[in-house]
């Protein structure tokens, strides 16, 4: 059984940063790709970052590069997500996310085990 486990949420005000961390178990973590998404209230989920299996190839939404950095080590079944230079419109619920393949996915259909999410708040 796959779990993911999200933590590293918290309050911080603007221009501060974050670590978000998520750890998987229940299968080989150094096998798939991992994703972080987020969700604001009152809107639908939207990808943020992803990595390869391996870390080699990482993907950012416009609206994170150059501010966030994903990042994993295998040896801890662990992906993060480091939030720098953070706005109010960061503000949201941030989840990890694993796939069924090796490679960079962006979309949520391609993502089949969800963490629980960890609430991020960014305030002005």
């Known amino acids: 059984q796959v779990q993911l486990v999200e933590s590293g949420g918290g309050l911080v005000q603007a221009g501060g940063s974050l670590k978000l961390s998520c750890v998987g178990s229940?299968?080989?973590?150094?096998?798939?790709?991992m994703g972080w998404f987020r969700q604001a209230p009152g809107k639908d989920r939207e990808f943020v970052s992803a990595?390869?299996?391996?870390?080699?190839?990482?993907y950012y939404a416009d609206s994170v590069k150059g501010r966030f950095t994903i990042s994993r080590d295998n040896a801890k079944n662990a992906v993060y997500l480091q939030m720098n230079s953070l706005k109010p419109e960061d503000t949201a619920v941030y989840y990890c996310?694993?796939?069924?393949?090796?490679?960079?996915?962006?979309?949520?259909?391609?993502?089949?085990?969800w963490g629980q999410g960890t609430q991020v708040t960014v305030s002005s």
């Open positions: 996310a694993q796939t069924d393949g090796p490679k960079v996915r962006t979309a949520e259909v391609q993502y089949p085990y």
């Open positions: 229940g299968r080989t973590f150094s096998s798939y790709a």
């Open positions: 990595a390869s299996s391996t870390g080699g190839t990482t």
